[in-house]
């Protein structure tokens, strides 16, 4: 007797593992519909719990990608070493969507890698832009719940404030007549004597001093241009990116077009650094870019100027939203911000040393602009200086750095890490329960934000001071030691610092190519709701 269909699609939604449930496609042409035809292969390979997280390190004179997972990376099913990408040069993950990467490597390679299926797309330069890298406003797209193939947007960059022309300083004359008339002046002015245009003037040491009509002209001119320059709106009413499909295989331009009001000026774009990093401690240490968020068929870009872009993929429009504005909280000027997302949609993390700030957009309803609501604050001061003087806390950590000069190993009395463990006392500390011991306002370092939990409110730090990395818990805000992210170095002054970071999760299907250069097509295997 022949079962239900929806009984049928219930025993076989139950099968696992995954190469059980593909097999049972070769029973029968009613398995393989019901299966194909319900999407019970999909869920399978979507990406799904946390694995570990990817880190760009930086140090004196060398910068490479290290995997800090669970357990260890080194088990096979993810290569946490980025050993089969197309090119053995590969110094950083420039940006990363739903278990693929984005990668450029020394030679001025870049290219697309899925670490859990080792499968590598190299992609074309763009025909209208400069060579890019980790800083360039560069970001992927892929959603394997609508479609196999990624793509790259390119987006356009704020120009950058011009510099004005140096004037050419003659020597001064052997004698000034000037100082004749201004001997009580501090800096009395200069005359400026010029055989070629037959005309002098007085002028300070707090202005150029040009040796001709032509170089002064320039001067005025070059400035004319930087207040005009500076009086545009940005971003623009129509906003052109370049934007490459695995699809077609080549770049094309998209324009969208902006709905509401521009976030400002050129010049006020100009205030804000060009870089997140600028304020941390060390220089070379922080993210050298703004991150981004795909949600819901949209792409959300944290731009320079204290706002984010929201990208509709589906139609062709963007709006701005400003960003929180963390300078008036608790006199914090330069904060490291974070753009994830977690459980709740679009999360904009604020961290400075180790105070921190949880807003949550809210697009409901609609019709009306998001807004920002802020979820969460804590000093983390206590709970750190907690943690730091534990003597057994190496016996907790569950998570391990794959680095090659690391002899570590998953050993028996290792703790796994779980998620859905909240009431586990060892190694943890209660942010709430220790803030009355917050007597002593020293310094303690900074945190690095290294991701969020895709589908629960955990966020994940690096703390710089100890060389260690932390899950904070934002329901229950307790502090979970995972273990220690930081990779030898050389030399034990220079240590290494984290650059960029993001937890990662496999995505199991794609179509990519492997190393012999043989893609894979699942398009048939795994059907849309929209095929």
């Known amino acids: 007797m022949d079962l239900p269909d929806e009984v049928l699609a219930d025993i076989l939604s139950r099968v696992v593992p995954l190469r059980h449930l593909a097999e049972c496609r070769r029973v029968c042409a009613r398995w393989r519909a019901t299966i194909d035809g319900r999407r019970l292969v999909l869920p399978h390979l979507l990406p799904g719990a946390p694995r570990g997280a990817f880190i760009n390190f930086t140090a004196d004179g060398w910068s490479d990608t290290y995997f800090f997972a669970r357990g260890g990376g080194s088990g096979g099913d993810v290569d946490a070493r980025l050993a089969d990408a197309p090119t053995r040069w590969c110094t950083a993950f420039v940006d990363h969507c739903n278990g693929l990467l984005l990668c450029e490597a020394t030679e001025g390679a870049r290219f697309v890698y899925n670490p859990a299926t080792r499968r590598s797309a190299t992609l074309p330069p763009p025909p209208h832009a400069e060579p890019w890298g980790v800083a360039s406003a560069a970001y992927l797209v892929f959603d394997p719940a609508v479609s196999l193939h990624h793509k790259v947007f390119l987006l356009p960059e704020l120009t950058g404030e011009p510099e004005p022309p140096k004037p050419n300083d003659p020597p001064p004359p052997m004698f000034n007549v000037a100082r004749l008339f201004f001997a009580d002046s501090a800096a009395p002015p200069q005359i400026d004597s010029d055989e070629d245009d ?57 324009t969208f077009v902006r709905e509401g009001s521009a976030a400002g000026t050129v010049a006020d774009m100009w205030s804000d ?146 998620s859905d463990d909240d009431d586990d006392d060892g190694g943890d500390a209660n942010v709430a329960e220790q803030a009355s011991n917050n007597a002593l306002n020293q310094y303690m370092g900074w945190l690095d934000v290294l991701g969020y939990h895709p589908h629960k409110e955990i966020v994940f730090f690096g703390y710089q001071h100890k060389h260690r990395a932390f899950a904070y818990h934002l329901r229950t805000c307790k502090l979970e030691y995972l273990g220690c992210p930081a990779p030898i170095s050389d030399d034990p ?15 199991r299907i794609d179509m990519l190519s492997d190393r012999n250069g043989t893609s894979v097509d699942l398009s048939n295997w795994v059907r849309y709701a929209s095929q």
């Open 198 to 254: 037959g005309e002098d003037w007085l002028y300070t040491e707090d202005e150029p001093r040009w040796r001709s009509r032509a170089g002064r002209r320039e001067h005025l001119q070059a400035k004319e241009a930087k207040d005009t320059l500076g009086l545009m709106e940005w971003p623009p009413l129509l906003y052109v990116a370049q934007v490459f499909s695995s699809m077609t295989g080549r770049w094309e331009e998209r």
């Open 273 to 418: 650094p060009p870089s997140p990093n600028y304020g941390c401690a060390v220089p070379q240490c922080g993210p050298r870019r703004r991150h981004s968020v795909y949600w819901r068929r949209s792409l959300y870009v944290h731009c320079r100027g204290g706002f984010i872009i929201r990208l509709s993929l589906l139609t062709g429009k963007y709006v701005v939203i400003k960003t929180p504005e963390v300078a008036k909280l608790a006199g914090h000027r330069w904060a490291t911000p974070y753009l994830s997302k977690s459980r709740k949609g679009v999360y904009y993390t604020a961290v400075a040393d180790v105070n921190l700030w949880i807003w949550v957009l809210n697009e409901e309803p609609t019709t009306v602009p998001p807004r920002w609501e802020m979820v969460h604050q804590a000093d983390l001061r206590p709970s750190l200086r907690q943690l730091s003087y534990e003597s057994n806390q190496e016996k907790n950590k569950s998570w391990i750095l794959d680095d090659p000069l690391r002899r570590e190993s998953v050993e028996p009395a290792f703790r796994e890490w779980d």
């Open 493 to 507: 002054c220079f240590p290494a610092y984290v650059q960029e970071s993001f937890v990662y999760a496999p995505c």
